[in-house]
């Protein structure tokens, strides 16, 4: 499973989302949205966090632990 967590500088609820996907045992990797725009587009992105599992985003904004672990398919 591939997670990564499209994020813009300075994002406070994207430090959020890290701090719950470390909390459930994720990896995941961080990109900055600023720097890869395209994403935005390809994802339709219109609050970051964007969270996207295999390519496929699964929530905008900061969903809550267990919800988060639910998308993913882990325990909360």
Known sequence: MKVQVMTTPGCTSCA???RM????GVSYEVVDLMEHPELIEK???????????????KATGVPGKEELAKL???KP
Do not use: F, H, N
């Open 21 to 24: 996907l470390d909390e459930l």
């Open 43 to 57: 994802y339709r992105i219109m609050t970051a966090p964007g969270l996207v599992v295999d390519g496929e985003l």
């Open 72 to 74: 993913l398919g882990v």
């Open 16 to 18: 959020r989302l890290e």
